[in-house]
Structures are given as structure tokens and as C-alpha cells.
């Protein structure tokens, strides 16, 4: 079973960590990536409210990441800054975008 490596950076604090996502092959898809949010049910749980309770879902697709949108209220800046709102996806590949107050590297 693989692990995928999540780094997080708060941008309030300056703390940085790394979470570890297990059963990777299982995660390769639309309907099954990573969900990151602020509900204790998400893979990744990060605590602002700022951050929707399932706000998106990573996921590999070919050569490719992704973000999807979960929440009609979430937004994501890509690493450029452009807003991304609920019900759109993100085209990260190895790129960092933010949730709230956390970049977020995958």
C-alpha cells in the first residue's frame, strides 16, 4: 500500500507539515481522490473557517492533478492567485494552490 505526502504550510503561523495519505491506488480518480475540508470525516482536516466542510477533492488524472470544487462556496487560488469557486476544477499538477489560509503541495 502507498502513501502520497501532503505538505501543508499555514500562512497565519509559518508552521509547516507534512500528512501522509495512505492506499494511493485507490485514490486515482474523480470520485475517490483525497477530500480536504474542516469536517473530521475529510483525509485531509484543516481547521479555519475559511475552509468549506468537504471543500475539494484531489485527484491524479493521466499525466495530470486536479482539484474539484466539492462545496458551491469553496474557493481555491491556484499558485498564481486566480480564484477558483464551487463546481469548477483546477489543473494543479505538482503546483501548490491554496485553501483559506493554507498552501497546499500534493
Do not use: K
Not at 57 to 62: D, I, K, Q, T, V
Amino acid at each position: 500500500m502507498s502513501q502520497i505526502a501532503v505538505h501543508i504550510e499555514d500562512t497565519r503561523t509559518g508552521q509547516v507539515e507534512t500528512r501522509h495519505v495512505d492506499n494511493l491506488e485507490a485514490r486515482c480518480s474523480r470520485e475517490t481522490g483525497i477530500v480536504i475540508g474542516s469536517a473530521e470525516d475529510c483525509d485531509i482536516v484543516l481547521a479555519s473557517p475559511e475552509v468549506c466542510a468537504h471543500h475539494a477533492r484531489w485527484y491524479p488524472g493521466g499525466y495530470h492533478r486536479f482539484v474539484l470544487l466539492l462545496d458551491e462556496d469553496a474557493v481555491i487560488n491556484n499558485s498564481r492567485g486566480d480564484p477558483y469557486r464551487g463546481g469548477e476544477t483546477l489543473r494543479v499538477d505538482h503546483r501548490p494552490f491554496q485553501i483559506g489560509p493554507f498552501i497546499i503541495s500534493i
